[in-house]
């Protein structure tokens, strides 16, 4: 592409500069004849471009034929025949016009020999010529051919300088001197190719930057893939934490369940508990047939009433206890009225013999008046004194706290006795209880009167100067004196009593 | 044998002897004749059956113009009964009669074992229970019982 756009600068140096080189070929023309030639040469092919066609083609085939022959002979020896030939075939272009055409530049060729035979300095001309010569075919751009036949006039140019630059590596071999200037030229091509070569490195390496870039595409792509990667690890990640939690929230929700069902065991486990303990309650079984956390929470409570119920259970048996002591004191009371009853019936028999014993004395005392009655009517009076101081004496061992109502009642008992003495009826009624009295009781009151008569009641001995008070009871002067000092009542009954009141028994001890 | 308490107590104790009531015996000291123990039953049928309580008797030379000191030596729960044992009858303080003789003054305080007066109290709380909780009263009559077995 370099080359062509040089090419094309150099076109269009000349076209801007057709009248200097219309000038200068005439210049040429006066200079050179050959030029002139060349260029009369020139004239005659511009009427046939169809012709320069053909000519392309067969120059094509032309190189393509030359270098079948040379493959038989060595390499050297095929250069310097190759170079041989182009001079035959120079020389055979005036043979034929295909021939003349490339004898045409065969002809080119020769001349330059000459130019350098002449001398040294003159073969660098002949460098600038060869470059003149490269510039004759831009000559023949200024022909007024239409600009398809320039452009067929182009790549012939092509052709033609790369054919110009074999013949001048061709002149290198053949010259030291032109081989360093063409070394040199060499150089600058092989720095041009080198230029070509570091354009081509630079077109490698712009394709290597290419493929860097490509690396580094292929790199950030990698990265864009490492980083979907990372993305799609996050999401991946995320996925497997999402994944992870909602199977711990499943674990935690089959746990709770778990615990659910845990919580209705426990429930079932203290109702069938409860069962074992109350086999009546199917109630609870309704209640545990709701499945809400409220129903279960009645169950508790229900177990609670149902431990309730059994404490209730236990505190009627308890009271039920408490009962059985309450029959037992109930019991106890029972007996206690019983004995409350025998001790009353006890008490009447202990005042029915006190009271059989004062009858059967009065009964003595009534027959011991019949006797006296019968002698004196004041010994009577006397007597009837003297009985009733016996019958104190009968009281006095018998006294006790019970006494003290018994002797009222006898005292009483003797005013009867007097009413009884006037009535004769009485008198039997009496006898006849008194008989009774003494077939049961003849031994015990015998030995009873005795012990009466013989003692006191406060000295329990026989008495000594006995008194005897208004309420008709005996004692010892000096045992009433002591006593009545203390208190001014009888000891016997109680009643209000001095000393002064007692009289002495002398009738009594007289008579006895 | 001088006095005429120590012959009075002499002819008490004899008798005692020779015509002992139901549940009831005592005797004197063998050193002192003024100093007696005796020995109550509870009645029976009722609530102090099969009690034994011990009592002493400190009789003085005025006996039997004066009344003898008496006191329960077991312990005792009942309303007329004081803490140290001193019995609250009335026959012991001013209803004494010199005719009495040990023999009455025990079966006098037997009687009074199931005839409590809580009128005039001497121990409260037996009288309390006596009046308003006649089953604690009761429970509490038994352990005294029971503790008179051992004593």
Not at chain 1, 278 to 301: G, M, Q, R, T, V
Request: proline residues 7%.
């Amino acid at each position: 592409m370099y080359k062509y756009n040089l090419q094309n600068y150099f076109t269009l140096l000349y076209l801007f500069e057709n009248p200097p080189e219309q000038f200068n070929g005439e210049d040429q023309d006066e200079n050179d004849n050959d030029e002139i030639q060349q260029s009369q040469s020139n004239l005659p092919p511009i009427p046939t471009p169809s012709t320069s066609t053909y000519t392309s083609t067969t120059t094509i085939t032309t190189t393509t034929t030359t270098p079948t022959p040379t493959t038989p002979i060595t390499t050297n020896i095929n250069d310097k025949e190759s170079v041989s030939i182009s001079n035959i075939n120079v020389n055979d272009d005036s043979s034929s016009p295909n021939k003349r055409k490339l004898g045409e530049i065969g002809n080119s060729t020769p001349s330059q020999p000459p130019s350098k035979k002449v001398s040294t300095p003159k073969s660098n001309e002949s460098n600038k010529s060869v470059n003149y010569s490269g510039a004759s075919p831009s000559n023949e751009g200024y022909s007024p051919s239409p600009s398809p036949s320039s452009k067929y006039i182009k790549t012939p140019i092509s052709n033609s300088s790369s054919l110009s630059n074999t013949p001048l590596s061709n002149s290198s071999n053949n010259n030291n001197n032109n081989n360093n200037n063409n070394n040199n030229n060499n150089n600058n091509n092989n720095n041009n190719n080198n230029n070509n070569n570091n354009n081509n490195n630079n077109n490698n390496n712009n394709n290597n930057n290419n493929n860097n870039n490509n690396d580094n595409n292929d790199n950030d792509k990698s990265k864009e893939i490492s980083e979907d990667d990372k993305f799609t690890l996050k999401k991946q990640q995320s996925f497997n934490v999402n994944f992870t939690q909602s199977l711990n929230d499943e674990v935690l929700s089959y746990t709770s369940s778990d615990y659910y069902r845990d919580n209705i065991d426990n429930p079932t486990e203290t109702y069938t508990s409860s069962d074992n303990l109350n086999y009546e309650n199917f109630d609870e079984e309704l209640i545990f047939s709701a499945p809400n956390n409220k129903d279960i929470i009645h169950i508790i409570d229900t177990d609670n009433k149902s431990s309730s119920s059994s404490s209730l259970s236990s505190l009627p048996s308890s009271s039920s206890q408490t009962n059985q002591p309450k029959n037992k004191s109930s019991s106890t009371t029972t007996k206690t009225t019983p004995s409350s009853t025998k001790t009353r019936t006890t008490s009447p028999t202990v005042t029915k013999t006190n009271q059989i014993s004062p009858n059967s004395i009065n009964k003595f005392n009534s027959s011991n008046n019949n006797n006296n009655n019968n002698a004196i009517t004041p010994s009577k009076k006397k007597r009837i004194d003297y009985d009733l101081i016996s019958g104190t004496r009968v009281k006095t061992p018998k006294k006790s706290a019970i006494v003290s109502k018994q002797p009222k009642g006898f005292l009483s008992t003797p005013k009867k006795n007097t009413t009884t003495v006037d009535d004769d009826g009485g008198d039997d009624d009496e006898t006849a209880t008194s008989k009774n009295n003494e077939d049961l009781n003849k031994n015990t009151n015998k030995d009873s009167d005795k012990n009466e008569k013989d003692f006191c009641p406060i000295c329990q001995s026989e008495f000594v100067n006995p008194y005897y008070s208004p309420c008709n009871h005996t004692c010892c002067f000096e045992c009433w004196n002591q006593w009545l000092s203390l208190k001014l009542e009888c000891p016997v009954c109680r009643e209000r009593c001095r000393i002064k009141q007692c009289k002495p028994l002398t009738n009594l001890d007289s008579q006895q | 044998m001088s006095t005429a308490a120590r012959r009075r107590l002499m002819r008490d104790f004899k008798r005692l002897q020779s015509d002992p009531p139901a549940g009831i015996s005592g005797a004197p000291l063998e050193n002192n004749i003024l100093m007696w123990q005796a020995v109550i039953f509870g009645p029976d049928d009722s609530i102090w059956e099969g009690a034994t309580f011990k009592l002493s008797l400190q009789f003085s030379e005025e006996y039997p113009n004066d009344a003898p000191t008496v006191k329960f030596l077991s312990k005792m729960f009942h309303p007329n009964v004081y803490a140290d044992g001193s019995i609250c009858l009335d026959i012991l303080q001013n209803q004494w009669s010199p005719i009495y003789d040990i023999a009455a003054i025990l079966t006098s305080i037997q009687s009074l074992l199931c005839d409590p007066n809580p009128n005039s109290p001497a121990n409260s709380e037996s009288a309390r229970l006596f009046r308003e909780n006649k089953r604690e009263y009761n429970r509490k009559v038994k352990e005294i019982v029971e503790q008179s077995w051992s004593s």
